[in-house]
């Protein structure tokens, strides 16, 4: 196992902002979209953020309440965005809303949407409990032309990192984490009828401290990088590379005094591969901030490890010509 150092990319100039980024994604060369989950421990409202890695500029769109996830569309005016209860589209060039799906978990009180992983048309993604102490969210599939979302299952406290893989002739697998288990359960998965087979374990984690939060699959689904999530110390972050097959870890990059870890993201920067990790402030109190004042920074690292799977846009299709 090898260790691999990274430097901050860009740290943002408002508490808001650092308080909980999370899901970068990759929208063009050299730039990436992230979300800053909530605006402070109190917030009820987030945003979704484009950072230009030429420039170290960042732009940053409001949204109407707390968003899990964010993923470009065939358009890049268009993000599909998991906020609160709703799934919706956003509008860069107007600032516009349009719920597509909700309300979500509507059998509970105190979830909302959290991450999620998208496969051409179909987006899989989970909620989580907000005071991360109860299994009562859920893990759902939708397609544009649903009016509700699959339910594929419940039990969960914070379902955080996911990907859709192909198997071979057994069709499609879900790997996903519920944070809390320090496990990566892997299901094999029909998108078409939004069902679950039996559930086993992919990646077991159990024997650390840290909880893996976010997740992207590399080398065609083979590898999982995975970013940790530590509460309890003050060393360094992590972010691991796995072997699925045999489980071992190839390498571990580390986030200097940003302990708390939460996605990874492997995107194109003039001509070369760089893994981008974001880090949050949030739980932290103030003296354990003061001595890792990195946290809430995105960091950067060369990458020559495994190709990321691919993440094209997701396909909205005849939705987004319902809105033009």
Not at 30 to 57: E, M, P, Q, Y
Not at 198 to 208: E, F, P
Request: aromatic letters at 10%; charged letters at 20%; proline letters at 8%.
């Amino acid at each position: 196992m090898q260790l691999h150092a990274t430097q901050v990319l860009f740290a943002p100039p408002t508490d808001e902002l650092r308080f909980l980024p999370e899901g970068p994604y990759p929208v063009e060369d050299g730039k990436f979209s992230w979300v800053a989950i909530a605006h402070g421990k109190d917030s009820t409202s987030g945003s979704l953020n484009l950072f230009d890695c030429r420039t170290g500029s960042n732009r940053s769109y409001p949204l109407p309440g707390r968003p899990g996830f964010a993923r470009p569309t065939e358009s890049r005016d268009w993000f599909l965005v998991g906020l609160e209860r709703t799934l919706g589209l956003f509008q860069l060039s107007s600032g516009r809303w349009v719920p597509v799906c909700q309300p979500i978990d509507q059998e509970v009180e105190g979830t909302i949407i959290n991450d999620a992983c998208t496969w051409g048309a179909y987006v899989v993604f989970g909620t989580k409990d907000l005071k991360f102490e109860s299994p009562k969210a859920s893990l759902y599939l939708w397609r544009p032309g649903l009016e509700n979302p699959m339910r594929l299952s419940g039990g969960q406290t914070c379902s955080n990192g996911k990907g859709v893989l192909v198997a071979g002739a057994e069709g499609h697998r879900l790997l996903d984490i519920d944070t809390p288990t320090r496990q990566i359960a892997s299901y094999p998965i029909d998108l078409q009828t939004g069902t679950l087979g039996s559930r086993s374990v992919a990646l077991d984690l159990t024997h650390l401290t840290s909880f893996p939060d976010g997740m992207i699959l590399c080398d065609q689904g083979r590898m999982a990088l995975i970013s940790f999530y530590d509460p309890f110390r003050n060393e360094p972050g992590e972010t691991k590379l796995y072997r699925l097959a045999d489980g071992e870890c190839l390498g571990v990059w580390q986030t200097d005094l940003a302990p708390q870890a939460t996605c990874p993201q492997i995107i194109s920067w003039e001509n070369k591969r760089h893994l981008v990790i974001t880090t949050a402030v949030e739980w932290m109190a103030e003296d354990r901030h003061r001595l890792c004042p990195n946290s809430g920074s995105i960091f950067i690292a060369p990458w020559d490890q495994a190709e990321a799977s691919e993440t094209p846009p997701f396909q909205v299709g005849s939705l987004l010509e319902k809105l033009a």
